[in-house]
């Protein structure tokens, strides 16, 4: 059993970017703190575990079982390109209905963002007002550790995590400047144009001790120097991109159909959305990093490599277009033309009409409090357990992500097993029947 600290005292949850995923899932803690809504979605709140054998009947749910933040002692801060309290962002978002957000507008309408550290020619098609100005991005990154150090001190908080629900950037590849976490500082004192706005604030929350997760395809926490900086500073990081809406359908299918050897020709995406992100990834260079996490995921479940005969010519095309009437509500279209037996042809269309941030909000949550865990549990670098997230799973530089929904809940829940010195389950189930 791993030593685990006690969750005593508040928990304070950063959050980059308060648009529609951060406002609906603070909104939504307020909902559940005040009994009036279901935290639907999040594992850590309704999700149950298996101990030992099946006919021991040992299922508690998850958060009786470990050691999790309870709702009550999360306090929440953020950053925004925009001045809007979150009340006003939540409306303006327009994916919680104002009944709803009426109920805990006095809880969150005092939530009013910090300026944020953002640079047009990352995230071409927003332009806020409400932003540091600094010579350098070292100087942005000492602004944003005074803000982490002050939302600390002024709450009593006891310990904090970093959630980026910010905007996707444009595509960038890893840079020698990413190297080590030397060359990175050097860069961001030369304002080099590899360090992205989302880097500065992952570096200052790990620069100030603070586990740091990434929600968005952005390179981000994902090169080399702050990966061996969470390391050397004892600090969980998980990433990257929340894994909602057609790519959640995609690890789904996927998986299935590699279990029953079906064969697979091509699997066309195209998704209509309107909020924020939509228009964000509107500009191709933002799209580029979008499509770059969306495309990888088939790829590794389906091993073409090993299973040449059935996914070595799969031909994969993913599209976004930024649709304003639909709003925060997406709509996803996939054709996947399957085939079986003889290698006769199949067709299998899917149409969801899912909400974004309502299944990311969750996502958010679940993220806070495990990687407030496993910081509690001197777990540190990159947390591969919770791959389960993300749609890019950051993994050591010698593995491959792992992409499959099941086996990425098996992982988690065997993690949560050995913390606690419970039998990992492998699922064979002979001894049953010796």
Known sequence: MIKIEKPTGKLGVLLPGMGAVATTFVAGVVAIRKGIAKPVGSLTQMGTIRLGKRTEKRVPKIKEFIELAELNDLVFAGWDIFEDNMYQAALNAGVLQNDLLDKVRSDIEQIKPMKAVFDNNYVKKLHGTHTKVAKTKYDYAQMLMEDIHNFKQSNHLNRLVTIWCGSTEVFLKPDPVHE???????????????????????????????????????????????????????????????????????????????????????????????????????????????????????????????????????????????????????????????????????????????????????????????????????????????????????????????HDLFIQLIKLKNTLRYLKGEELITHLGLEYYD
């Open 180 to 402: 080590t976490i030397e060359s990175f500082e050097k860069a961001m004192k030369s304002n080099h144009p590899a360090i992205a706005p989302s880097m500065i604030y992952a570096y200052a929350s790990l620069a100030s001790g603070v586990p740091f997760a990434n929600g968005a395809p952005n390179l981000t926490v994902d090169v080399p120097a702050l990966v061996n900086f969470a390391r050397a500073k004892n600090i969980p990081i998980a990433g990257k991109d929340f894994k909602t809406g057609q790519t959640l359908m995609k690890t789904i299918l996927a998986p299935g159909f590699k279990a029953r050897m079906i064969g697979l020709n091509g699997w066309f995406s195209t998704n209509i959305l309107g909020n924020r992100d939509g228009e964000v990834l509107d500009d191709p260079d933002s799209f580029k990093t979008k499509e770059e996490s969306k495309l990888s995921v088939l790829q590794y479940i389906l091993q073409p490599e090993v299973y040449p005969d059935l996914y070595k010519d799969v031909f994969h095309k993913v599209r976004i277009n930024y649709y304003p009437p639909r709003g925060d509500n997406k709509e996803g279209w996939d054709n996947i033309d399957i085939f079986g037996w003889l290698g006769y042809p199949m067709q299998i269309k899917v149409d969801f009409l899912c909400r974004d941030s309502i299944l990311a909000a969750p996502i958010v949550l679940d993220l806070a409090l495990f990687l407030d865990l496993a910081q509690r549990a001197g777990m540190k670098g990159i947390q591969e357990w919770l791959s389960f997230y993300f749609k890019s799973p950051m993994v050591a530089p010698e593995l491959y992500p792992e």
